[in-house]
């Protein structure tokens, strides 16, 4: 609760200083509005966000959803594999000189205007965070426990569900509180290359028609939908880590 | 494991020396462990005693032993083995009985709960069975380990300094647990402390960089009181040992 009312007075004290460096500089609307006329477009333009919202908000979470599985499945199969570590983690290494911005362009070109190629660029751009530190997770097993169960004479599947996935939950959650600071990102790159909706899409439209305050309306719904999305998978994350810690 | 290691049954032989990448960690030695008697292997930090307990319990896979370790009886030592560490390795996330039926778990065998109620009520612990570990004792935790290495009814067990993190009195309790429990089984203990050994020896080998020395235990068998004149004795003559060889 502390934390919830230090976050109100930080985010009051911001907009008033938004607010007297609009009136005290002069700014003309179409530079930096002030905070009450984004507020007033907010409410009048209420239900044109909440429909972009949540486009976003479904490109968002499908991207995280299936990044996370992806990620996961896949630092599983390195951590069993080491043949697959040889063959997997340079490529990934690669991936990663690759700017995920860059390919925006062409997802879009492949795979048309729609919802998928902002949900592909939402994994592209978690599935390294997730991958690897789901993978260094599962390779830092405690070693008397794995030493015990080999002397146990334990499955290695069984042993990987039982004890090096559980152990590695901390990592996981670490990868995926990145995830959720990312895959908005994602999803807004993607839009802004080539949507008909989104609330990147908003953004640029209001921007092109010096709608500076419908853009900001937009921006701080995109925090606002980034810091809840933020701060519920820390929650989960936290509770998960606190479970498997000694 | 490295050629030249050949499993047979009970007792145990073990005879080689240890090396890694051309660099000798012990020079040849060869010792028995007694079927079903205590084994105490004494020795400054670093001699490689703990390494002559992982090589019997087929962990190594840097350090590779030039010789042989054998069950007298015949057969594969592989699944005769239970092993219990300085650190209690019990899985955070799980209950105390959980934890002692960690091994049926990761074969993938069907639990026996009532056996882990029977070994938990044995080693003191019926309240506490359903607390996860971090709300547990050292102590307690290493009463449940000792369940643990129970419930897997094998007839070698390995004990790596399983008491030295306890204070004294907690450490000639778990002494007098360990040796009421564990009648009948073929041990091996590798210890820094002589009163454990004089205590709990049926046979006490000192092990330095010179090889392996043979040292008389004190008359009576275990576990024998910790004041009595012989065991007090036989601590001094440890200690002296010891000291000689460093």
Not at chain 2, 132 to 161: H, K
Request: with cysteine; net charge positive.
């Amino acid at each position: 609760m502390k934390l919830f009312l230090r976050l109100i007075l930080v985010t009051v004290a911001l907009f008033l200083f938004w607010h007297f460096l609009v009136v005290f500089a002069d700014l003309p609307k179409f530079i930096l509005p002030s905070p009450l006329l984004v507020m007033q477009t907010f409410v009048s333009n209420f239900s044109l966000i909440l429909k972009h919202a949540v486009v976003t908000g479904s490109e968002i979470l499908v991207g995280l959803l299936a990044g996370t599985v992806l990620g996961s499945v896949t630092a599983i199969c390195l951590a069993i594999s080491p043949a697959a570590r040889t063959i997997v983690r340079p490529m990934m290494v690669l991936s990663q000189a690759l700017p995920v911005f860059a390919l925006a362009p062409l997802l879009t070109l492949w795979l048309g205007y729609g919802l998928w190629p902002k949900i592909l660029m939402a994994l592209l751009i978690i599935y390294f965070p997730v991958t690897s530190s789901f993978f260094d997770g599962l390779m830092n097993t405690p070693k008397g426990m794995l030493d015990l169960s080999r002397v146990m004479n334990g499955n290695p599947w069984r042993i990987m569900l039982n004890l090096r996935i559980p152990a590695a939950v901390p990592g996981l959650a670490s990868g995926l509180r990145l995830a959720a600071v990312y895959a908005p990102i994602g999803a807004i790159i993607g839009e802004w290359v080539g949507a008909s909706e989104g609330l990147g899409y908003l953004m640029l439209l209001a921007n092109g028609r010096a709608k500076i305050d419908l853009m900001f309306a937009a921006l701080i719904v995109l925090v606002v939908m980034t810091l809840i999305l933020h701060w519920s998978i820390d929650r989960l994350g936290n509770s998960l880590t606190a479970k498997m810690s000694p | 494991m490295a050629n030249g290691i050949r499993y047979l049954m009970q007792s145990l032989l073990f005879e080689g020396s240890a090396w890694i990448n051309e660099i000798q960690i012990f020079p040849r030695i060869s010792f028995t462990m007694q079927a079903g008697s205590w084994t105490c292997m004494l020795g400054p930090s670093g001699v490689g005693k703990t390494t002559i307990l992982r090589l019997i319990a087929g962990l190594e896979s840097e350090i590779v032993l030039d010789g042989s370790i054998v069950l007298k009886e015949g057969g594969r030592l592989s699944g005769q083995i239970s092993l219990m560490s300085q650190t209690d390795n019990l899985l955070p996330w799980l209950s105390a009985t959980e934890n002692v039926l960690l091994g049926n778990r990761l074969r993938g065998e069907k639990p026996d709960f009532d056996k882990a109620n029977e070994l938990i009520k044995k080693v003191g612990l019926t309240e506490h069975r359903k607390k996860r570990p971090y709300a547990l004792s050292g102590g307690q935790r290493q009463r449940v380990a000792l369940a643990r290495t129970l419930m897997e009814e094998r007839p070698i067990v390995l004990l790596d300094e399983p008491f030295s993190a306890l204070d004294a009195r907690v450490r000639a309790e778990m002494q007098e647990l360990a040796a009421q429990h564990l009648q009948g089984k073929t041990i091996l203990l590798v210890t820094h402390d002589p009163a454990e050994a004089a205590r709990l020896g049926e046979r006490i080998l000192v092990l330095s960089v010179n090889g392996i020395k043979d040292v008389c235990p004190p008359a009576g068998g275990i576990i024998r009181a910790y004041d009595e004149q012989t065991v007090l004795a036989c601590q001094g003559q440890l200690l002296r040992l010891l000291r000689e060889e460093e």
